[in-house]
């Protein structure tokens, strides 16, 4: 009898323990399913109608790639109490967990109706941010870029931000002074908003960058202007943050070793007027137009060109300030995918390397 009940018991355990572990494995599962997407910080305008479901608000989160699993997001939504989502237009990204996410739709303060909300995407020029805000505000383009290039309007911005250099920003070969200093961010900005208020919006978030790193930037041998001038070629030659550390290491060596930086991209930015860049195969045209004379080509100046050539987000600064070391002074990326990963940058010490490298990418021309 003794023997059954304690064979009857060992059965009693291992299903209490399985069932513990089940469940402990759900639980694990249902807490994966609620983090966060990914880690990238990619902000996205989401907008909530008035009268619009739940259901439908929680489908277009999981589309829109903002949480991972609607029906755990709406146990956690009832479980949480946060089932009362507000209409507006809400600023989220992709490193928010699914109960941070519902917590700002929750909140009335969060909830953006009398304002525009706009991106600007890291790497582009301050011509492309302009258009993009008279397409949203209906602030003229051309008195936005007049604005930015005005040396009275810099000297008045210099007295509340002091990271302005006005000596280094009063260069008339500048195609926008105030170039490079536009932080690419998602904002939102009131119906009314000047032409003013938009640029301050701008400045104090460069304000914020520039208080992070201003340590770093200080101990540095280059100056502000030159700084964020390498961060707009990195910015513009790079696709991850790994590569940007690697091409700010490159771009580095060459300086220190006099070479020209032969950057195409700056090329780009000398065919500022005619150039469209989005054409895909633009690059092309820079490629072939190396021997355009501007101060913004690397091929024909040495050193930096004389200002940014688009407006660089954090990573871009942060790769500049720490970069990483190398014995490398060459990189060419597989823009075909030739060797089956498209984009992926390869590194090579001597111009001999970079050479076979091109013509293995097909990249002469």
Known sequence: MMKKLSKKRKILLSVAV?????????????????????????????????????????????????????SFALIHAKLSNLT???????????????????????????????????????????????ELIEEQLGIDQDELLKLWNDSSYIETLAETYDFIDTKALDNKEYRVKLEGYLFPETYAFNKTATADDVTRTFLDQFADIYQKYETDMKASDYSLQEIITLASIVQYESATSEDMKMIAGVFYNRLNADMP??????????????????????WRTCESSTDIDSPYNTYLYDGLPIGP?????????????????????????DINGVKGETGKVYYSTTYEEHQKLQKELKLIF
């Open 18 to 70: 399985a069932i513990v572990v089940f469940i402990g494995f759900c639980y694990a599962y249902y807490i994966n399913e609620l983090s966060a997407v990914n880690d990238k910080k990619e902000d996205i305008v989401f907008v909530v109608e008035d009268g619009e479901s739940f259901g439908s608000v929680l489908n277009r989160l999981q589309e829109e790639h903002l949480i991972k699993n609607r």
């Open 84 to 130: 009362q989502y507000k209409a507006g237009s809400f600023i989220l990204n992709d490193q928010m967990s699914t109960d941070e996410i519902l917590r700002i739709m929750n909140d009335s303060s969060l909830a953006q109706r009398d304002q525009v909300l706009i991106t600007f995407p890291e790497g582009r020029w301050a011509k492309d941010y302009a």
């Open 261 to 282: 930086l032969q950057s195409t991209v700056t090329v780009c930015y000398a065919l500022y007027d005619d150039l469209d860049r989005s054409d895909k195969d633009s």
């Open 309 to 333: 050539i688009v407006n660089p987000g954090e990573d871009a600064i942060d790769a500049v300030l720490h970069p990483q070391t190398s014995d490398y002074y060459y990189f060419i990326a």
